[in-house]
């Protein structure tokens, strides 16, 4: 039979389990192995014991578990050539040819850089001995789906990514607590959240946390935004509002590319209103604990299809990045998907936010 490898890789999110769990049933109800593949691409440079078969029971009762139960981690050593050839050994040597990859962008180039490099690496394997030919032959395609598990929702090629939905129930479950302790004393709270450059986290928090202001690394505020912040918070206070909370993207930056701290903010509320705001960064809260009732489906709708396409995949298959895009699972070149992620980031560096939040297609959109 087949055999199917699942890893996860980069930075945990909530949803990783149910991915896992639909990857591994829907393989095996289908008769094909699978391997969980521990601590991420860490697991396929080492091999060993960090490469395990999994049986039907072995996933059960993680699809509330947050975190990802077969382990991450970010790999150094796969990003250079040597580590790929020690993964691509250990992957042949168990016969696994076919890969669940549920990661972040930079996870995923990796999975696409091992892809193309497969061939190769698997002619030096046998010419250095290390394995036969009739291995090599066996498994001379590397095929791959991804999966996007990133809490900060950065990636082209889906609306949301695994995670993303849970942090923000955890964003806005803060920004609630945060309001009420806020409004007993007539206070404004920053809060600071993650995303590195990304600020979907940040503005969509915003807008259900129905945050007075935010500040995100696609749309710097202009110049003098001190005085604008200041002054809306100040039209709020006129208006009987006691509580404000303002929202931090942890990438923001200000139109000439510095960035915007929570310190910043905090030191012109206190310039401008002689007000003594509060700091909250949220951190890995935001990452941890169970995942959204909508990570945990779609993740499972996307381990199923992963499942699909790697049984169906041949070496005329073009990998993909399987996401969602209006309630229906969709397919993105690997390539493509990770290229306009890349490029997107670049226009935010250059300051091409129309273009960039243009470029993003869905996720952004009104
Ligand atoms: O990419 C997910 C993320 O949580 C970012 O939002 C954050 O900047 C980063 O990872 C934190 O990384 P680490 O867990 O390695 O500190």
């Not at 490469?51 to 975190?67: E, K, N, P, Q, Y």
């Not at 016969?95 to 193309?116: C, E, H, K, P, Y």
């Not at 607590?177 to 990304?198: K, L, P």
Request: aromatic letters at 4%; a negative charge.
């Amino acid at each position: 039979p087949p055999r199917i490898g699942v890893l996860t890789s980069g930075g945990d999110a909530p949803g990783m389990n149910p991915a896992v769990r639909a990857v591994v049933r829907s393989a095996l109800q289908a008769g094909a192995e699978v391997f969980a593949i521990r601590e991420g691409w860490q697991g396929a440079v080492e091999g060993g014991d960090d490469i395990v078969a999994l049986d039907w029971d072995d996933v059960s009762g993680i699809m509330h578990r947050g975190g990802t139960v077969i382990g991450t981690a970010r790999c150094q050593e796969f990003r250079d050539r040597g580590g790929r050839r020690r993964a691509a050994l250990n992957l042949v040597r168990h016969g696994i040819d076919r890969l669940a990859v549920i990661g972040g962008d930079g996870s995923l180039t990796g999975a696409d850089l091992l892809r193309q490099e497969w061939p190769e690496l698997l002619a030096e394997l046998v010419a250095a001995g290390e394995i036969d030919e009739d291995m090599a032959r066996a498994h001379r395609n590397l095929m791959i789906a991804g999966l996007v598990g990133s809490i900060d929702n950065d990636m082209v090629g889906t609306d949301m990514t695994i995670g993303t939905d849970s942090a923000l129930h955890r964003i806005i479950d803060a920004v609630d607590a945060i309001s009420s302790t806020a409004a007993s004393h007539q206070r404004t709270f920053i809060v600071e959240v993650m995303g590195r450059e990304c600020g979907y986290l940040a503005l969509t928090g915003a807008v259900a946390g129905g945050a007075a202001y935010t500040f995100i690394p696609e749309a710097p505020p202009a110049d003098g935004w001190q005085q604008h912040m200041c002054e809306l918070i100040q039209r709020g206070r006129e208006a009987g509002r006691r509580d404000s909370v303002i929202i931090v993207a942890e990438g923001a930056r200000d139109r000439s590319g510095r960035p915007i701290t929570s310190a910043d903010v905090r030191q012109a509320l206190k310039d401008n209103l002689g007000q003594d705001a509060r700091i909250t960064i949220l951190g890995h809260v935001q990452r941890g604990g169970t995942p959204s009732a909508y990570d945990r489906w779609m993740s499972s709708l996307l381990g199923v299809s992963a499942t699909e396409d790697l049984l169906a995949a041949d070496s005329t298959s073009v990998p993909s990045v399987l996401g969602i895009h209006r309630n229906a699972v969709i397919r993105t070149p690997l390539i493509e998907a990770v290229q306009q992620t890349r490029a997107i980031a670049s226009m935010v560096a250059a300051h091409d936010f129309e273009g960039a939040v243009a470029a993003r297609g869905v996720g952004f959109s009104r």
